[in-house]
């Protein structure tokens, strides 16, 4: 066991064995580290333990005792299953409205509790669907007198015998026998940011030795989420900077027609985030841009002025919307934008009529469509482009990440536009969206 190391398999692992090892690998938990990482949901603090006598009413509390009664009881259609605790001082009924069946098969007379709960009072001192362990004993530490876990459990885990008491036994044999855990942060990040070691956070997020000790150790966890997120993000656009697309810096006919035709005059910030997407547009490199802006804000304009770009430097521009009515309302808007210009838009959606879907399909090969406008239709292997050039993904929060790669996959690294009208805070646009260049429309169009 002194060999322990964050790659060494479950397997080997005493109290686990082969089902349970099974039932965690279709968890995608199937190492040391991957199981340390499986963090609690929520800890209970069970460092004071409350006698029955002294239980008061409305305060959580964390009472020992044994069974001394069980009975099922009919409250109208509905059953209800009630435990009778007695700790040498008095009674304390654990009553359980759902799940009876299983609870009947895991509790019976004789066995000894914690339990953990707020205390109500109905003829007598109860609490209602309360946390509880069955103990040995020696009522083992790792289950009372201290601020204990309690995991995500599913109904496999459940069956399988891997509740929250044997996961306490594992994971603490776990941080007894394994090797020191390497820190991939330096002594002096630690110290900049006031971090504890990472070896003592996993230990301290199972079994916290006080509430500070807890608070500590989420810190540094979060941390490390929030820092190799941004790495990512730092490398994915590196990646996108490198990634080779087609040059699409010509404002040709239609361009100048939907400027011309406009009833309204754009916005400082409009005019702003165009210039910015036309010199990404322009660039031998893929944009990868955010369009951030308040519903009314001018989103949609920008967006077909985009397309206008593209089509008219030789490319086609694909539009995707998390829904049909939102489709069907781009698909509008750019038919009134570009009324008197010469491009060519389709509607491409679920409702789509077979007939008029074939024919859509094979104009858009043969690149007589321009701008198709659609939802998830868009991402089906029949839908396929001449020249893809643009692609811009409206709400992209509510698309998958393969969805979106599907659709940029059509054509050869086109340019691409995300739009949003979720306000989000500047530290989070950073966080989530470091990949991204950001663009915000923050002042509405005076028609408006």
Same mark, same amino acid.
């Given at each position: 066991m002194s060999l322990l190391t964050l790659s060494s398999s479950l397997k080997y692992i005493k109290g686990i064995g082969s089902v349970r090892t099974q039932v965690l690998s279709e968890m995608n938990i199937q190492t040391i580290g991957d199981l340390l990482y499986y963090f609690p949901r929520r800890h209970l603090d069970r460092t004071t333990v409350n006698t029955i006598r002294h239980v008061e009413r409305d305060r959580y509390c964390t009472v020992v005792g044994n069974v001394q009664k069980i009975m099922v009881r009919k409250m109208g259609r509905k059953s209800i299953f009630e435990a009778v605790l007695y700790d040498g001082t008095g009674q304390l009924s654990l009553?359980?409205?759902?799940? /009876?069946?299983? *609870?009947?098969?895991?509790?019976?007379?004789?066995?000894?509790?914690?339990?953990?709960?707020? /205390?109500?009072?109905?003829?007598?001192?109860?609490?209602?669907?309360?946390?509880?362990?069955?103990?040995?004993?020696? %009522?083992?530490?790792?289950?009372?007198?201290? *601020? *204990?876990?309690?995991?995500?459990?599913?109904?496999?885990?459940? %069956?399988?015998? +891997? =509740?929250?008491?044997?996961?306490?036994?594992?994971?603490?044999?776990?941080?007894?026998? /394994?090797?020191?855990?390497?820190?991939?942060?330096?002594?002096?990040? &630690? !110290?900049?940011?006031?971090?504890?070691?990472?070896?003592?956070?996993?230990?301290?997020?199972?079994?916290?030795?006080? %509430? =500070?000790?807890?608070?500590?150790?989420?810190?540094?966890?979060? @941390?490390? =989420?929030?820092?190799?997120?941004? +790495?990512?993000?730092?490398?994915? !656009?590196?990646?996108?900077?490198?990634?080779?697309?087609q040059p699409l810096g010509i404002k040709g006919d239609n361009v100048m027609s939907i400027y011309k035709n +406009?009833?309204?005059? &754009?916005?400082?910030?409009?005019?702003?985030? /165009?210039?910015?997407?036309?010199?990404?547009?322009?660039?031998?490199?893929?944009?990868?841009? &955010?369009?951030?802006?308040?519903?009314?804000?001018?989103?949609?304009?920008?967006?077909?002025?985009?397309?206008?770009?593209?089509v008219d430097s030789g490319a086609q521009c694909a539009i995707m919307a998390p829904t049909e009515i939102l489709a069907v309302q781009h698909f509008d808007s750019f038919k009134r934008f570009a009324e008197k210009s010469s491009l060519s838009s389709e509607l491409l959606i679920g409702k789509t009529p077979k007939k008029e879907r074939t024919i859509i399909l094979k104009k858009l090969r043969k690149n007589k469509i321009n701008i198709i406008i659609g939802t998830h239709a868009l991402i089906q292997k029949d839908v396929q482009f001449k020249s893809l050039g643009l692609v811009i993904v409206d709400e992209q929060h509510r698309f998958g990440v393969?969805?979106?790669?599907? +659709?940029?996959?059509?054509?050869?690294?086109?340019? @691409?536009?995300?739009?949003t009208a979720t306000p989000i805070p500047r530290t989070l646009t950073i966080t989530y969206h470091g990949d991204m260049e950001c663009s915000i429309l923050d002042e509405m169009p005076k028609h408006r």
């Open positions: 009553v359980w409205f759902h799940a /009876i069946p299983i *609870i009947k098969k895991m509790i019976q007379e004789g066995d000894r509790l914690a339990v953990t709960g707020k /205390i109500g009072f109905y003829k007598g001192f109860q609490i209602i669907h309360p946390e509880w362990d069955k103990l040995n004993k020696d %009522e083992d530490p790792l289950n009372t007198q201290a *601020i *204990i876990p309690l995991y995500p459990l599913t109904q496999e885990m459940k %069956e399988s015998g +891997l =509740e929250h008491r044997r996961l306490r036994k594992v994971i603490s044999g776990i941080l007894d026998s /394994i090797s020191e855990i390497e820190d991939y942060f330096p002594d002096w990040m &630690l !110290k900049k940011y006031s971090l504890f070691p990472l070896s003592q956070s996993l230990k301290e997020i199972h079994f916290p030795s006080h %509430e =500070e000790g807890l608070k500590q150790s989420v810190n540094r966890l979060k @941390f490390d =989420e929030h820092f190799f997120l941004q +790495l990512l993000m730092v490398l994915r !656009k590196a990646s996108f900077e490198e990634t080779a697309s +406009l009833n309204f005059t &754009l916005t400082l910030t409009q005019k702003k985030v /165009i210039k910015e997407i036309c010199e990404d547009l322009n660039k031998s490199r893929a944009m990868n841009r &955010l369009l951030q802006g308040d519903v009314g804000s001018g989103k949609t304009v920008v967006a077909v002025l985009a397309s206008a770009v593209a393969v969805q979106r790669g599907d +659709l940029i996959a059509k054509g050869f690294n086109p340019h @691409f536009l995300a739009m």
